[in-house]
DNA sequence: TATTGTTATACTCTATAACTATA
DNA sequence: TATAGTTATAGAGTATAACAATA
């Protein structure tokens, strides 16, 4: 009985799911010039995403977060800091850590880069605002991460 | 005086933009596993949601669709005949032009990594179902894209 | 002994330049 | 000459294994 309206409901989600991501698909270039004026990599994007200003993070805590090897995040940090974007800090307590830090430049770019992955597509602005109040409701009650990475 | 208004709707537009995008990485855990089960590394799958199924594609359409070099391109497809997903094939009228069409396992991985990529994350059928037809409603009326690349 | 981080190595992904073969 | 595609090469990004230093 409540096996039809589950089925519907269900396809309901995956066709609405499907022009979610459809949409986001279609927003790609946007982003890709954002990361080309920057001069930053995806890579360099996403970490300067990780990285909150002032916040030390331990190399182990980034990879996790990253979801990748601890012999990779030692490569990102180091390319961030030949690039002036962060640096290395011992921990006062433990010789074994290190606390990766945003400089002051990395605080900048990571602003910046804030600011272009945030811009509203211009479709977004074509809507009505009945419809874009609809849509901020819906989305207010969905779960959230705050990184800019690349999402594949 | 439309000045207040337009700048309100800016905001609205902005706020409601960093929500979509800020669910759309959330979810992006999801799609790795997706990946990951089908042994398909991301551009693998960039090149899967290309290639539609008995349509042949030349090399240079297909490096201007990824917005890559030809010479990526080549490498790219290279690896798709490898792993036996496509295949290149003679174009009869001119024999500078090869055309890439999708294997009978392409196609199939192809059908799996949509289905994958379009499973709806559970937070979205955790919404009430006027919620989800709201979202629906709205998202219908924005611009999309096909193919499910990874997207940065 | 266990943990933090790095180095060595190999494989994936990308672009630039030089090249081959058609047209 | 111009176009389609490849090869050679270099650099970006990733993981595995072996390692050094510290706890």
Redesign the pocket.
């Known amino acids: 009985m409540g096996d039809h309206r589950s089925a519907r409901r269900l396809a309901v989600a995956a066709e609405t799911w499907r022009q979610f991501f459809e949409f986001f698909m279609a927003t790609r270039p946007q982003r890709d010039r954002v990361l080309q004026r920057l001069g930053l ?4 994007a ?1 970490a300067l995403g990780t990285l909150e200003p002032k916040v030390g993070r ?6 996790e977060e ?14 961030l800091e030949k690039s002036g974007l962060a640096e ?1 800090r011992p ?1 006062p ?8 830090v945003l400089t002051a430049l990395g605080t900048r770019r990571r602003a910046e880069l804030f600011r272009g992955m945030y811009e509203p597509p211009p479709e977004l602005l074509e809507l009505s605002a009945a419809d874009l109040d609809a849509l901020q409701s819906v989305l207010r009650k969905l779960p959230r991460s705050r990184p800019p990475g ?1 999402a594949r």
Not at 58 to 63: K, N, V
Request: charged fraction near 35%; hydrophobic fraction near 35%; charge should be positive.
């Open positions: 990599r995806p890579n360099d996403r331990t190399m182990r805590s980034l990879a990253w979801g990748c090897d601890a012999s990779n995040a030692t490569w990102i940090v180091d390319r290395r921990l307590g433990d010789r074994r850590v290190k606390l990766v690349p």
